[in-house]
């Protein structure tokens, strides 16, 4: 690498350093009050460090996302150990507690591989819950940060309530709906490890598996089988990927394309007074919602907290049939 490209990259890492040593600073006193372990201190707030960074405990778990324009190899990683070493040094931590993966759009039958290396595992705290986060094995540590008020929302709403969760991930709404009392709750995923995942984090906070089902299922194909059983719930979370493919469906799901069936089956099969919860995991989506006749829409704008005031974050929509 020329000399004026460490030059560069040592000016980006002192602007990415002290951008969060302020962002830390202003956010930790209010972290600790909220008892919130894990928060969001960069996103993107430099236009030259295409980074998003969120702090888990002592770790933290990044993205870098796709540049406009091509970098070599080389020096990207030149660069990103210039960027981790500079959150490290904000936030008082070893190096290797910051992990900065990749972040590309998902094409055609590209799949996110679990990463090769020793594993990085926490236990945090959010909303007086524990969750287990993985910051070295995944693209994802395991607890969506910028749903945090959508956590607390299902809470408020699962009171005797029967809750399904579909592509539940590492359950985190499950866990949130049993806390607020929910009388049943089914988690489906088709992936094994996240279903265990889930039942780990049902376990660190003492939650009876007695009316908590995991289910290992294709979404698609469960909500055909729940529609023509006629089984019903009485809310029901709708999270599904951007884009993801199954090797063992062979089935593809671009949510653009294929949010409203999926909609439209959950609205089906809510019981008289239900709401369905359906969270679009991208900042950029068109919501029609003419192509849900009769139902009652309303977007969610509730506070995720300090970490994500002024930003934009992905749509939610509460929907009754």
Known sequence: ?????????????????NRILKRYRHLKKWAKRSGIEALRLYDRDIPEIPLVLDLYGDGVSGALFERPYEKAPDEEEAWLAVMRDAAAGALGLPPRHIFIKYRKRQRGKAQYEKIKGPSFERVIQEGGLKFRVNLSDYLDAGLFLDRRAERAHIRSLSGGKKVLNLF?????FSVYAASGGASEVDSVDLSNTYLNWGRANFNLNGFSAGNCRFIRSDVSAFLEEAGREKRRWDLIVLDPPVFSNSKMTGTVLDLRKDYIVLVNRCLAILNPGGRLCFCASTRRFG???????GAEISEFSGDAGEDFRGRKRPPCYIMRA
Do not use: H, I, R, V
């Open 168 to 172: 539940c991930y590492t359950a985190s």
């Open 1 to 17: 690498m020329s000399s004026s490209g460490n030059e560069k990259d040592a000016f980006q890492g002192e602007m990415l350093y």
């Open 287 to 293: 919501f029609d919602s003419s192509s849900f006749p």
